[in-house]
């Protein structure tokens, strides 16, 4: 009995320290891509070279989501306020619900899924292939020629794919709502106008877009970077990626939304 006791507080011991380990290293590259992102100011090609291949990367499906998205919205608001008599606020709520929570959570979960993914193992490939050894052989720092580049362009490109999923949301909730319900089309743009703060709406998703850019973007690179050298640890890479991701992202909507909205 008291050697089963002593096991799982080894076991126990030793899970603690791994994770506390991992934090530390996660950290300390984290820190690293700062110090050395200064370089890029001089040779922006890089990161604009990744933002178009993220953004495109990911346009589709964001667009596509978002529309649907918007039509679901307009549903099931529509069906919600009119048991109030409040049809005519259709509007407000789809551009609430996609501006504030919607837009960043949902585009954040899709970027990672679609391009988060594909940096894991496009860097993890890279490391398999020993290219990542190969520039430190030339004296090229693999951290600020491949890594820095990618990681600004994840945070760049999530803000224009959340605007583009929350602006194509509220037309998918326009054409439901105006066209196929009957909603006054004045009413249903009037009552967003009016509604809508940019600052504390729209300004505090832009927000909640940028942070979860860095989380899910680091994550990215650095289950790449740190993957195993092998097929079976690029793909165990991309899967902690997406799970990872998708938990950093509730998580920090959480305390986001806890903070931005409290008052």
Same mark, same amino acid.
């Given at each position: 009995?008291?050697?089963?006791?002593?096991?799982?507080?080894?076991?126990?011991?030793?899970?603690?320290?791994?994770?506390?380990?991992?934090?530390?290293?996660?950290?300390? =590259?984290?820190?690293?891509?700062?110090? &050395?992102?200064?370089?890029?100011?001089?040779?922006?090609?890089?990161?604009? /070279?990744?933002? !178009? !291949?993220?953004?495109?990367?990911?346009?589709?499906?964001?667009?596509?989501?978002?529309?649907? *998205?918007?039509?679901?919205?307009?549903?099931?608001?529509?069906?919600?306020?009119?048991?109030?008599?409040?049809?005519?606020?259709?509007?407000?709520? #789809?551009?609430?619900?996609?501006?504030?929570?919607?837009?960043?959570? #949902?585009?954040?979960?899709?970027?990672?899924? &679609?391009?988060?993914?594909?940096?894991?193992?496009?860097?993890?490939?890279?490391?398999?292939?020993?290219?990542?050894?190969?520039?430190? =052989?030339?004296?090229? /720092?693999?951290?600020?020629? #491949?890594?820095?580049?990618?990681?600004?362009?994840? *945070?760049?490109? =999530?803000?224009?794919?959340?605007?583009? !999923?929350?602006? $194509?949301?509220?037309?998918?909730?326009?054409?439901?709502?105006?066209?196929?319900?009957?909603? /006054?089309?004045?009413?249903?743009?009037?009552?967003?106008?009016?509604?809508?703060?940019?600052?504390?709406? $729209?300004?505090?998703? #832009?927000?909640?877009?940028?942070?979860?850019?860095?989380? *899910?973007?680091?994550?990215?690179?650095?289950?790449?970077?740190?993957?195993?050298?092998?097929?079976?640890?690029?793909?165990?890479?991309?899967? &902690?990626? $997406? *799970?990872?991701?998708?938990?950093?992202?509730?998580?920090?909507? !959480?305390?986001?939304?806890?903070?931005?909205?409290?008052?």
């Amino acid at each position: 009995m008291i050697n089963m006791m002593t096991q799982r507080i080894s076991r126990l011991g030793k899970f603690v320290i791994t994770n506390l380990v991992g934090i530390g290293h996660a950290t300390r =590259m984290f820190g690293s891509i700062i110090r &050395r992102s200064t370089g890029l100011l001089k040779r922006f090609r890089l990161v604009s /070279d990744q933002v !178009f !291949f993220l953004g495109n990367y990911s346009f589709v499906i964001i667009a596509v989501s978002g529309l649907f *998205v918007g039509f679901v919205l307009g549903l099931q608001g529509y069906y919600t306020l009119n048991r109030y008599g409040s049809e005519q606020a259709l509007g407000l709520l #789809v551009a609430l619900s996609l501006t504030r929570e919607l837009g960043p959570v #949902v585009t954040a979960l899709l970027f990672a899924g &679609r391009a988060g993914t594909s940096l894991t193992a496009e860097i993890g490939l890279m490391k398999a292939g020993e290219q990542l050894s190969a520039m430190e =052989m030339m004296a090229v /720092d693999p951290i600020a020629r #491949v890594i820095a580049p990618r990681f600004w362009a994840g *945070v760049i490109a =999530m803000p224009i794919l959340a605007a583009i !999923f929350s602006a $194509v949301g509220i037309i998918g909730g326009y054409m439901v709502g105006v066209p196929l319900i009957g909603i /006054d089309s004045g009413a249903f743009w009037s009552q967003m106008q009016g509604g809508v703060d940019v600052l504390n709406d $729209v300004g505090n998703g #832009v927000v909640k877009s940028i942070v979860f850019g860095i989380a *899910v973007t680091f994550i990215a690179v650095y289950q790449g970077y740190e993957s195993k050298a092998t097929p079976e640890g690029v793909s165990l890479a991309t899967t &902690r990626t $997406v *799970v990872i991701s998708s938990l950093a992202v509730l998580a920090l909507d !959480f305390l986001l939304t806890a903070v931005m909205f409290s008052t």
